[in-house]
């Protein structure tokens, strides 16, 4: 099934990998050889997606759920947020594969395969895939799946510990995911639960929490121990059975590090391309891929795709920075965000696609001091510069 040589190998078959492969089937690669390797068992990731979005994707038919308003609980004030013209939606991993293998199922050349990626090497003519001994050459390689290259410790993380809860009781509002509730004890970091309701009586309940750059993450037994205080004080549910778990550290950094080479491009998360401030990636992945097939297609190579802006690495930098000494800025800024603001333009703005006046509206709604004070030290010159130009 793999003799020959490949046009691309996308090495890691998760969302980024996946998505990718989907919008190179309907981006003019259909007549290509394009090998998707994934290993069997999934590693420590989402089992599901949620994002936001306003316009239609490719992958639209992957949807299984969507939201026309979400609530946040920050600072003493519960809102209850319409989103138009955006929705809130969910992506579960067996429906992206689904609608993945749709878009493939006209493309003769493209496989998905089975297998653990144990090297992958550059050279200049073609890049060298090893998946389970196997030597695989190709023209390109996607790597979703390598180490990143990145020798500075990132600037904060994100702990997120996950239960999918089932009630035998109505218990959630089905219409409603909580977008972040701060009603959960706050020891050093900055403490939020999020709740993704699938039904009344289901839901994924997860702890999340920014790290300090140089703080430990909190252990899973105090992070499972919040969890279900949350649902016993705030959810008022103490009987429940808990269908799966899902629990990982991600990295977050303003800068992201290096991603190309001769005949590679890294992808997803190890691209750095989860949002620093949020720690959402989908709409982001999807924009990458959809602008990697267009370089391709046009181009004959995967580089000609734009990097985030540097305005918004600032920003994203300042905000971090803020949180690595005084976490429980988290909080205050998410309350003052979402209360000054309507939630599209909060949202336009984490989804870096806010103009000028949007930015001033958001910025004037923040306590100045600390924010200022981050900005002063990110770029005064005697500092390590967070943000450097590309
Ligand atoms: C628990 C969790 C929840 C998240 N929830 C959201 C969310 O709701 N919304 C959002 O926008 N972002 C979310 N994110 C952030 C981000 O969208 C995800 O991390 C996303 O899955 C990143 O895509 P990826 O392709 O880089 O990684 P993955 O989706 O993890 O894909 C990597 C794939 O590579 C495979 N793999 C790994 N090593 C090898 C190997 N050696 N050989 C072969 N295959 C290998 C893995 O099995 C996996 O299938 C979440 C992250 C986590 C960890």
């Not at 895939?129 to 196997?134: F, L």
Request: proline share 8%.
């Amino acid at each position: 099934m793999t003799a020959g040589r490949f046009d691309a190998v996308i090495a890691g078959g998760g969302l980024s990998g996946l998505s990718l492969a989907g919008h190179l089937a309907a981006g003019g690669w259909a007549d290509r050889r394009v090998l998707v390797i994934d290993q069997a068992e999934p590693g420590p990731s989402a089992s599901c997606w949620a994002f936001w979005s306003a316009r239609p994707g490719l992958l639209d038919s992957a949807v299984s759920r969507s939201f026309r308003q979400v609530a946040v609980h920050a600072g003493g004030t519960s809102l209850v947020l319409p989103l138009r013209p955006y929705r809130y939606r969910v992506v579960r991993r067996p429906d992206l594969r689904r609608a993945v293998a749709g878009l493939l199922a006209g493309c003769p050349g493209f496989a998905v395969r089975r297998g653990r990626v144990q090297r992958v090497g550059d050279g200049t003519e073609v890049a060298e895939v090893v998946v389970d001994g196997e030597r695989i050459h190709t023209r390109w390689v996607f790597d979703s799946v390598s180490p990143a290259r990145c020798d500075e410790p990132a600037d904060a993380r994100l702990a997120f510990t996950g239960w999918e809860v089932r009630c035998d009781r109505p218990t959630f509002d089905p219409h409603t995911p909580v977008l972040f509730d701060f009603r959960t004890p706050q020891p050093d970091g900055a403490r939020f639960v999020y709740l993704l309701p699938d039904g009344e009586y289901r839901a994924l309940v997860e702890l999340t929490e920014f790290v300090p750059r140089h703080a430990r993450p909190p252990a899973p037994a105090q992070r499972c121990a919040a969890l279900a205080r949350y649902l016993r004080d705030v959810v008022g549910t103490a009987t429940y059975t808990i269908a799966r778990t899902e629990s990982a550290v991600l990295p977050l950094r303003a800068h992201p590090p290096s991603r190309t080479g001769c005949h590679i491009l890294r992808t997803g998360a190890r691209a750095g391309l989860v949002k620093a401030s949020t720690g959402y990636a989908y709409q982001r992945i999807q924009r990458d891929s959809a602008a990697i097939a267009g370089s391709l297609a046009r181009y004959g190579h995967p580089f000609d795709i734009p990097g985030s802006r540097r305005r918004y690495r600032l920003l994203d930098a300042v905000l971090l920075a803020v949180l690595d000494r005084r976490p429980a800025q988290l909080e205050r800024a998410f309350a003052r965000l979402f209360t000054t603001n309507p939630a599209a333009r909060v949202l336009r703005f984490l989804d870096e696609d806010s103009n000028l006046r949007d930015e001033l509206a958001l910025i004037r709604g923040l306590p100045p001091a600390p924010y200022l004070r981050a900005a002063t030290r990110l770029v005064l010159p005697s500092g390590r510069p967070l943000v450097q130009r590309r």
